[in-house]
């Protein structure tokens, strides 16, 4: 069982940056792939990010390749979401998600725990 709360989200004007924390409950989160996706308003959820439980690989949405970073630290069970020039089409709620193993994955229902969200709103 792993538990996981966001932080980091609110409010930034277009260009802006933000990074997300993502504190995971358990001494096995070393096992799992992480995973941020987001959710607009009226949206289905959305793959953002991925990273490999090694660390060694990550994987980005087109949407924010070059803009969003993803790393995590195994010793804090933390998984991060740097994101940089920020865009009003950004804002959404952003979740993090787990699974077990060292495979990414993009779809929704190849995780495993899902975090509450943290709100990230960008203006123009």
């Known amino acids: 069982q792993v538990q996981l709360v966001e932080s980091g989200g609110g409010l930034v004007q277009a260009g802006g940056s933000l990074r997300l924390s993502c504190a995971a409950s358990?001494?096995?989160?070393?096992?799992?792939?992480m995973g941020w996706f987001r959710q607009a308003p009226g949206q289905e959820r959305d793959f953002v990010a991925a990273?490999?439980?090694?660390?060694?690989?990550?994987y980005y949405a087109n949407s924010v390749k070059g803009r969003f970073t993803i790393s995590r630290d195994d010793a804090k069970n933390t998984v991060y979401l740097q994101m940089n020039s920020l865009k009003p089409e950004d804002t959404a709620v952003y979740y993090c998600?787990?699974?077990?193993?060292?495979?990414?994955?993009?779809?929704?229902?190849?995780?495993?725990?899902w975090g509450q969200g943290t709100q990230v709103t960008v203006s123009s």
């Open positions: 990273i490999t439980r090694s660390g060694g690989t990550t």
């Open positions: 358990g001494r096995t989160f070393s096992g799992y792939a």
């Open positions: 998600a787990a699974r077990w193993g060292n495979t990414i994955m993009v779809l929704t229902s190849q995780y495993d725990y």
